[in-house]
């Protein structure tokens, strides 16, 4: 990354850098400022692209999938222009989401080949009628922007509000679309401060919004256009003590430590009827094993800024009030200080035996379990909580939810 640029906007086809910004993280040296839409700006821009609308050039739906396909074949394997960062390509790629967003190299691929794999089974569909959809995006996981691809193939636009602290994938998303040939004014590019975003939501058609119970409060409730996409809080259920509690902690090493455990897909609670500590004493063992810096070639996990590192172990402190063991081994906070003071946030398992404990179903940027000893009450109230469940062959699926 080259130091003192900005990544701009994009209106209307145009880029546009704002008076108003913010820095992006990284290490020193590497100073990286993002533009940001105020209110009046979007104003503006929705009432301009709705008089403009019937003046866009067709784009049928089979073109728009040829389009995506290779906007995401950029993405992954090209040299992209990115507004504000010049050409850029897979290794320059890697390099600046490793010092953004802590994310290895491993990651970055896996989660690139992701994405293409994702256009790859797109389908064409009708053409929309129009509308403005908007995709504001989260800070975990580039993999998101699998939404953008979704929005642009059934929209008449799509405008991308990128996480502040991570904003470069979608700025490569944005720059590969392009530059395959999707119309300029189909897209938008949209940071913005907080308290703007409930603007991006009035003034658009549709919205896919990720985000949390917070979030959902300040867009002012439920409304039929918004798709808010919060935490997934995947669990795994065992109607009684594992009776090979190695083999499980392997399975579970996979299920909650893959791709950095910042998927929603990500176990963060396992519950059994019964003992789960033999399991958890497992699965500490293991995340014990996973190499953090360099990083694990099974399991590469990410780091992140120090200061939310330090933020995160003192919410666990807090949880771990109402109860509850620390079987893994390592600090939680470990590797601080040094060029742009990153950390890493060691994988760990804590033991409770409430299914009320507040850590229980707790979803955070790592790879985070908490094995809860209950009952078969306490395991289908843990179900009941999550979206997505996994269960061992003895243990039925409690009804309504996900495998």
């Excluded at 636009?157 to 502040?164: G, L």
């Excluded at 395959?180 to 189909?186: F, K, L, N």
Aim: charged share 20%; aromatic share 4%.
């Amino acid at each position: 990354m080259t130091a003192g640029t900005t990544l701009p906007l994009l209106r209307g086809g145009r880029r546009y850098a704002s008076r108003d910004s913010v820095p992006v993280p990284g290490p020193a040296g590497t100073e990286i400022a993002l533009s940001l839409a105020p209110e009046i700006m979007i104003r503006d821009d929705a009432a301009r692209l709705r008089a403009a609308r019937d003046g866009l050039p067709p784009l049928p739906a089979a073109e728009r999938v040829a389009l995506l396909r290779e906007a995401t074949r950029l993405f992954r394997h090209g040299r992209v222009p990115v507004p504000g960062l010049g050409e850029q390509d897979p290794g320059g790629f890697a390099a600046a989401m490793a010092a953004c967003a802590g994310l290895p190299a491993a990651l970055v691929g896996r989660w690139s080949a992701l994405l293409d794999e994702h256009a790859s089974r797109l389908r064409p569909e009708e053409p929309d009628d129009g509308a403005l959809t908007l995709v504001s995006l989260p800070a975990n996981t580039f993999t998101c922007l699998e939404a953008v691809l979704d929005a642009a193939l059934t929209s008449g636009a799509v405008w991308i509000r990128p996480s502040r602290r991570e904003p470069l994938s979608s700025a490569r998303l944005a720059g590969a679309m392009l530059a395959a040939g999707w119309p300029a004014g189909r897209i938008g590019y949209y940071p913005t401060a907080p308290a703007a975003l409930p603007a991006l939501v009035r003034e658009t058609t549709r919205q896919i919004v990720y985000g949390g119970p917070d979030l959902a409060a300040r867009m002012g409730g439920p409304r039929p256009s918004l798709d808010l996409r919060g935490p997934g809080r995947a669990c795994l259920v065992a109607d009684a003590t594992p009776a090979d509690p190695e083999g499980l902690a392997l399975r579970l090493a996979g299920l909650a430590a893959a791709d950095a455990g910042r998927f929603c897909t990500s176990v963060c609670t396992v519950a059994v009827a019964g003992d789960a500590e033999p399991v958890a004493r497992a699965l500490a063992a293991r995340f014990d094993a996973i190499s953090l810096d360099p990083p694990d070639p099974r399991l590469p996990q990410a780091s992140c800024p120090e200061a939310d590192a330090l933020a995160t172990a003192r919410l666990l402190d807090g949880a771990l009030a109402a109860g509850g063991r620390v079987l893994t081994r390592r600090p939680l906070v470990s590797g601080a200080g040094g060029a742009g003071r990153r950390a890493f946030l060691s994988p760990t398992v804590v033991l409770v035996d409430d299914p009320g404990h507040p850590l229980v179903g707790r979803e955070l940027p790592f790879p985070f379990v908490v094995a809860v000893s209950t009952d078969a009450a306490g395991v289908r109230g843990v179900a009941s909580r999550s979206r997505f469940v996994h269960h061992e062959p003895s243990a039925p699926l409690p009804e309504g939810t996900f495998h």
